[in-house]
């Protein structure tokens, strides 16, 4: 096992990735910005190194200043989180090439899942349905219109490298479709520096379920079955469950046997997710694969009882998974909300700044993980996530009562967050009966909801 792991992130996953370390007898070497100086959780890393100014360009993304630190603080292994560098397959490369073992799937395997296209391509081989759409990227405008008139309008415009839901753009016709190409292309160069673009056709209400998956190095793949997260805004993510409310056994199945299949055709090893959008007659389409931990990996922990995060570095480390699929058990009911720095109340403005108050929700059933405490500063500088609510009940009805009574125990003061339209949720009937879609918050929930009740 490794003596030491540099942890080239920060927030709520550096903490989370610290633990895992102290269980494993690990110790965790932080790196922080000027803006994260002095923040309560690089307190429990064994050292931490300045790599540069807040903006993250400047710092967490600085591939140079960070492998500086892994060598100074004398780690073995590198984990990347989630965001920042962790599906950057230049950084796992360069890791390797200093020989420092990057916690995830290899470069190659990076490469060939982490751009959208040849994630369809791999998955094409794999014998996974996909969203009918391009053969690869479009170049010319011409064949997007042809491609659109055979699936059907409305289509999905979306960029190869996009991520966070950025890069997406409905066409409910050919003028738009035209319009929508040369602006996404720009967008993605921009956002992304990579305009390529395809398209896919723009499925109606889709559930988004995603199936967990974990490899290690010596060809041992196995889904830890799937989390349902339909309900978003603006293709992000809110509200994450594990395991999914309305798939039927037989579908369940499926779903989770093709993730396996497209993982192990890229030769994965390491934690990560296939993403799949699922119509209302429960035909699965999949859309791309996450090589990395995700933010919503608490609620399979919570159902496979597996500390993912430690498996992470096991595996990294070259142990071998030590169970069988059928070892694997699905038990309860988790659900994950996400607390961020935003008014609901007003578009979603960010709302940095600092937490003048907190009380945490406990007790049975509760788990709540976050870096942030009374006093905390939320930084403009990195996303507004806050922390992650997690409950776990023998049954979803249970899960959605504690839920709703540890959000009513929850007080946070002195920033706005999202915790007034989540208590919006959990009283929602629909929800609670597990008939929503990727759309559902938008289109039906926001418009009724009055920010007082
Ligand atoms: P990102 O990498 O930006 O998160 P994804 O491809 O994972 O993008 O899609 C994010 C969300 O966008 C999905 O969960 C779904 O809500 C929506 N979405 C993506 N593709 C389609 C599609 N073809 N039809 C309808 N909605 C889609």
Redesign the pocket.
């Known amino acids: 096992m490794f003596e030491r792991v540099l942890i080239a992130n920060r927030g709520e996953i550096a903490l989370r990735v610290i633990r895992a370390c102290r269980e494993l007898n690990i110790k965790p070497v932080c790196v922080f910005s000027e803006a994260d100086r002095g923040a309560h959780y690089l307190s429990l890393a064994d050292q931490s190194f300045c790599i540069g100014p807040a903006a993250a360009s400047d710092s967490y993304l600085q591939i140079k200043n960070i492998i500086s630190a892994a060598e100074i603080g004398k780690a073995e292994a590198v984990h990347p989180g989630y965001g920042f560098l962790s599906e950057n397959s230049h950084f796992a490369e360069v890791c390797r090439d200093c020989n420092i073992k990057f916690i995830g799937p290899t470069p190659e395997a990076m490469q060939k899942l982490g751009d959208k296209v040849s994630a369809k391509e791999v998955a094409h081989k794999a014998k996974v349905p996909l969203?009918p759409g391009s053969d690869g990227l479009l170049t010319e405008e011409a064949v997007a219109v042809r491609v659109a008139k055979k699936i059907g309008y409305p289509v999905?415009i979306?960029a190869t490298a996009?991520?966070?839901?950025?890069g997406?753009r409905v066409a409910k016709d050919e003028a738009e479709l035209k319009a929508g190409l040369k602006q996404a292309a720009q967008e993605a160069e921009k956002a992304f520096k990579n305009g390529g673009v395809y398209l896919?056709?723009?499925?109606d209400r889709?559930r988004?379920i995603e199936v967990q998956v974990i490899g290690d190095t010596h060809g041992n793949v196995y889904h830890l079955w799937e989390r349902d997260c339909s309900l978003?805004r603006r293709?992000q993510k809110l509200v994450e469950e594990a395991p999914g409310p309305t798939l039927p056994p037989d579908v369940r199945k499926k779903i989770c046997e093709s993730a396996v299949r497209l993982v192990k055709e890229a030769g994965y090893s390491n934690a990560g997710t296939v993403?799949f959008?699922v119509d209302r007659d429960n035909n699965f389409y999949f859309?791309?694969v996450n090589a990395r931990i995700q933010v919503e990996h608490p609620v399979t922990e919570m159902i496979t009882g597996l500390d993912l995060v430690k498996s992470q570095i096991r595996v990294a480390a070259g142990e071998v998974l030590g169970f069988e699929q059928d070892q694997i058990p699905c038990r309860g009911s988790a659900i994950e909300v996400r607390i961020n720095a935003e008014d609901p109340a007003n578009n979603f403005r960010p709302s940095p700044g600092k937490i003048t108050k907190l009380r945490l929700p406990g007790g049975p059933g509760v788990r709540f993980d976050s870096h942030v405490h009374e006093g905390y500063t939320i930084s403009p500088n990195y996303d507004s996530m806050i922390g992650k609510l997690i409950v776990y009940r023998a049954t979803r009805e249970e899960a959605f009562a504690t839920m709703r009574r540890a959000l009513d125990e929850f007080v946070l003061e002195g920033i706005k967050t999202t915790i007034p339209l989540l208590k919006a949720i959990f009283r929602d009937e629909a929800f609670a009966k597990g008939e929503v879609d990727?759309t559902y918050i938008e289109r039906e929930l926001l418009p009724k909801w009055t920010p007082t009740a």
Do not use: S, W
Not at 162 to 166: R, T
Not at 200 to 203: D, P, Q, S
């Open positions: 969203v999905l979306k996009g991520g966070g839901g950025k997406m896919e056709k723009y499925i889709p988004h978003q293709h993403e959008l859309i791309e990727t």
